[in-house]
């Protein structure tokens, strides 16, 4: 985990009106939205909706989860995503959500100098020459791969102790960095399509190309095909094998310690079964540990944590964030297109 940011700079209501808002360029745009700087913050996004039907309250409540965090992972949930913030209103009607700006060190040059979002495509795809710096012509070690790995397990334990649905764990919503051992930190982007188990998304999610729960309800995505997912995220991560399914032999790349390996196994075999009995999230972080004894069965299900929503109740005050003081460069000067899934 990386170190605690240095300043506070999101402590504000819950609900902000957009004419109060200066906007500065615009960074990205993509399907359901674009997203600006704030012109007068430079570690501050508005995400704008362009599509009809988002649903308020389902944003709501995502705004109001950190708050009933406890500390540790109410600070593991600002570090490791671009939660949204607070929700944003234009003359009544549901705009978007402030959230954070993804912090520079998950945007790498490319061959031709074009800024990328460093997507975990680019761990899980042989590298290509015109990736430029986003992976080291030496490739990413076996431990930075385990970080990465293990980091969003964790993150992930965090959303499902609160029956959050991710829904969309894919190569594609979720940023690393660091090419040395012990520096890998990660980046969980397009956080308004988690949902809360049970309830609607604010916008309907698509998930992608190959990286689906093939026994997935007709209803959607749930905890269960969250794990799977994780399965897929872990595995091809650390075989660097885009498409490889749980009953696949599981070979990692070179590094990855034998102990490690026999645990990561026991998991891959048991992600194969049936709905219901895939490994938590819990399971993946232990295997991934250094410990010298580890113990791998199924912890039980416990009852969920209640989350608390009341629709427009006013401008709550969000617990304070921290993140780095500003270096006053602006590395990303035009919309950073990512590479697409085949990362070619």
Known sequence: MTQPFAQPWWAGPSDVEESTLH??????????????????????????????????????????????????????????????????????????????????????????GDMKLRQLQFLVY????????????????????????????????VLHSRAL?????????????????????????????????????????????????PLQSPSGSDLDSDRYKLALLVARVLTMSPYLRPGDSLRPVPGIPDRTTQRLDALWRQAAGAHGVRPVASQWVMALSDRDEIVLPRPPVRPVPSLKYQPLDGPGVRPAIQLPPSSGSDPVTKPPSALPASAQ
């Open 23 to 112: 906007f500065g360029a615009e960074l990205g745009s993509g399907g359901q939205g674009r997203v600006l700087r704030i012109a007068d913050h430079p570690n501050l996004v508005f995400k704008q909706y362009k599509v009809r039907g988002a649903d308020l309250h389902a944003l709501g409540l995502l705004v109001d989860i950190p708050a009933q965090l406890p500390p540790a992972e109410r600070e593991r949930l600002y570090q490791q995503s671009c939660w949204p913030l607070a929700r944003v209103f234009n003359k009544g009607q549901l705009s978007g959500f402030l959230m954070r700006q993804i912090p520079d060190q998950f945007f790498a040059a490319n061959s031709a």
């Open 165 to 213: 649905v991710v829904g969309d764990v894919s190569m594609n919503n979720v940023l690393w960095s660091g090419t040395d051992a012990g520096t890998a930190s990660i980046c969980l982007i397009d956080c308004d399509g988690i949902r809360r188990l049970g309830s609607r998304p604010v916008l309907p999610q698509a998930d992608t190309l190959d990286w689906n729960d």
């Open 126 to 157: 042989p590298r290509k020459s015109f990736w430029g710096d986003i992976v080291p012509v030496t490739g990413v070690n076996a431990q930075t791969r385990i970080s990465v790995a293990s980091q969003f397990a964790q993150l992930l334990g």
